[in-house]
């Protein structure tokens, strides 16, 4: 088993910047593929982003702000956001699988964290 715990969030004005952490335990996940996903107040749980080690991908709502790197000395992944808008307000849910490629797909994902509330102020 996996456990995944999500840390760094806040609250932080728009136009600013913040860092979530991802650590996992139980295993070593530098070969699973990791993503982070959202959910604003009222919304569905979104994608954000994801990795498998080798390549990245982002939604185009974040492209260019957000920027996803993985530690696997520390079995650690996070996610930098920076220019931050008020519609970045969420929950933000870091996920893990051991099998397939980057995927947007909530469901595929096998692990997921508590979360972490981050809401960004106008």
């Known amino acids: 088993q996996v456990q995944l715990v999500e840390s760094g969030g806040g609250l932080v004005q728009a136009g600013g910047s913040l860092r979530l952490s991802c650590a996992a335990s139980g295993r070593t996940v530098s070969n699973y593929r990791m993503g982070w996903f959202r959910q604003g107040p009222g919304k569905e749980r979104e994608f954000v982003g994801g990795?498998?080690?080798?390549?990245?991908d982002y939604a185009d709502s974040v492209k260019g702000r957000f920027t996803i790197s993985r530690d696997n000395a520390k079995n650690t992944m996070y996610l930098q956001m920076n220019s931050l808008k008020p519609e970045d307000t969420a929950v933000y849910y870091c996920?893990?699988?051991?099998?397939?490629?980057?995927?947007?797909?909530?469901?595929?994902?096998?692990?997921w964290g508590q979360g972490t509330q981050v809401t960004v102020s106008s």
């Open positions: 996920a893990g699988s051991r099998f397939g490629g980057v995927s947007a797909n909530a469901g595929s994902y096998e692990y």
């Open positions: 990795s498998n080690g080798i390549r990245t």
